[in-house]
């Protein structure tokens, strides 16, 4: 992989609610009205005015991605994307890659340069991490080389186990 479009990808270790960036993404479900994992954390974070927009826009098919404001947060912006369930069948690994796409391709459109994601379906919806980590870096780092307005992807870890996928992956396509 290019030394330059992996130095705009950078993986970190903690709660994705405290960045600073003009997007963080949500790993949400197809209501768009909150629940636990990283979807509580920002709803939690950004205070009622996120859900109450997010009442506005009235859900979100599994795959796709939809914009809002960040209110109490740091980030400017919330891309709330919903990631499918994970059922071990063909159609996960698209639907994952429909995930990071549409984000990124909504960040684009509203002319943002950074963008952070979590681990999106890990969690509560059981996809196994190290398959996750190759879509999410792999669709990235095609996505970075059409768009040079993007200027920075940012993966945030919430365990050290998990970090520890996205570092090994990281390590194996860096060029020595
Ligand atoms: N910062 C970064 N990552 C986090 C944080 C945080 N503050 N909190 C959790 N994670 P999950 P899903 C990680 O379950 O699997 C919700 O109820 C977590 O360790 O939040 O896509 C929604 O409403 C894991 O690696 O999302 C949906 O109903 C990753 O975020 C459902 O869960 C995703 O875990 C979506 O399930």
Known sequence: MDKD??????????????????AIVNAANTKLLGGGGVDGAIH???????LEECRAVGG????????????NLRARHVIHTVGPVYSGKPKDSQLLTNCYL?????????????????????GVYGYPIEDACKIAVD??????KRNPSLKKI???Q????DYAVYEAYFK????S
Not at 5 to 22: C, F, M, N, P, S
Not at 158 to 161: A, D, G, L, V
Not at 172 to 175: A, E, M, Y
């Open 60 to 71: 979100c098919p599994t795959g796709e991605a939809r914009i809002t404001k960040g209110y």
């Open 139 to 144: 669709m990235s780092y095609e996505f970075l």
């Open 102 to 122: 549409n984000s990124l391709k909504l960040a684009v459109d509203n002319n943002l340069a950074t963008i952070a994601f979590p681990a999106i379906s890990c």
């Open 154 to 156: 940012i993966f945030v």
């Open 5 to 22: 479009i992996l130095g705009k990808i950078e993986i970190q270790q903690g709660d994705i609610t405290q960045l600073d960036v003009d």
């Open 172 to 175: 194996s396509t860096s060029p």
């Open 158 to 161: 919430f365990s050290p186990k």
């Open 44 to 50: 939690r974070a950004a205070g009622s005015k996120l």
